[in-house]
T-cell receptor, first 109, second 114 residues
Framework: ELKVEQNPLFLSMQEGKNYTIYCNYSTTSDRLYWYRQDPGKSLESLFVLLSNGAVKQEGRLMASLDTKARLSTLHITAAVHDLSATYFCAVDRDDKIIFGKGTRLHILP | DAGITQSPRHKVTETGTPVTLRCHQTENHRYMYWYRQDPGHGLRLIHYSYGVKDTDKGEVSDGYSVSRSKTEDFLLTLESATSSQTSVYFC?????????????FGPGTRLTVL
């Protein structure tokens, strides 16, 4: 059974700092997704990672995938308040897309 | 928003009543998903569909059924609603292939079972 674990579940950080969110999963996967959700809103797709060693960047966010370790990271560089949100990773295996519990990110000015 | 709508957007019902939520898409995507979101649990997959009349169970399917008689509509039914099914329900479609493969989510339905 596919399990997806994120940590930390809650992160409060200062603007300008760097930090990393981790996503571990229990079985081989077809692809890995990262999403952002603002309070009271739906989910917004950030990245899709397919192959081992894949790295994608958008602004201050960078996602990477290590399929051998079954680990993906979402790195935040020089955080700004606008990045405050909940971030989810999700793993696609055999058409089922299973989510982690999310990391609630609070960036303090 | 990839042309995904959900109806109703809000619903309050009583324990024991049947409830049907509708997800509608306009772009003929093959895959459609139903999730529920609860504090502390993230999103949990209820059921998904990989084509008309082709559906399968997810992580938390007990108490829910689905139907897909047309490509554009994926219905989620609570046969006899319980308070534990109070949640926000999201529908999603999957579009594209390879690294262009993405899930797009509907706006959500907030369901309260009293």
């Amino acid at each position: 059974e596919l399990k997806v674990e994120q940590n930390p579940l809650f992160l409060s950080m200062q603007e300008g700092k760097n930090y990393t969110i981790y996503c571990n999963y229990s079985t081989t996967s077809d692809r890995l997704y990262w999403y952002r959700q603002d309070p009271g809103k739906s989910l917004e797709s950030l990245f899709v990672l397919l192959s081992n060693g894949a790295v994608k960047q958008e602004g201050r966010l960078m996602a990477s995938l290590d399929t051998k370790a079954r680990l993906s990271t979402l790195h935040i560089t020089a955080a700004v308040h606008d990045l405050s949100a909940t971030y989810f990773c999700a793993v696609d295996r055999d058409d089922k897309i299973i989510f982690g519990k999310g990391t609630r990110l609070h960036i303090l000015p | 928003d990839a042309g995904i709508t959900q109806s109703p957007r809000h619903k309050v019902t009583e324990t024991g009543t049947p409830v049907t939520l509708r997800c509608h898409q306009t772009e003929n995507h093959r895959y459609m998903y139903w999730y529920r979101q609860d504090p502390g649990h993230g999103l949990r997959l209820i059921h998904y569909s990989y084509g008309v009349k082709d559906t399968d169970k997810g992580e938390v399917s007990d108490g829910y059924s689905v139907s897909r008689s047309k490509t554009e509509d994926f219905l989620l039914t609570l046969e006899s609603a319980t308070s534990s099914q109070t949640s926000v329900y999201f529908c999603a479609i999957r579009a594209g292939t390879g690294e262009d493969n993405e899930q797009f989510f509907g706006p959500g339905t907030r369901l309260t079972v009293l």
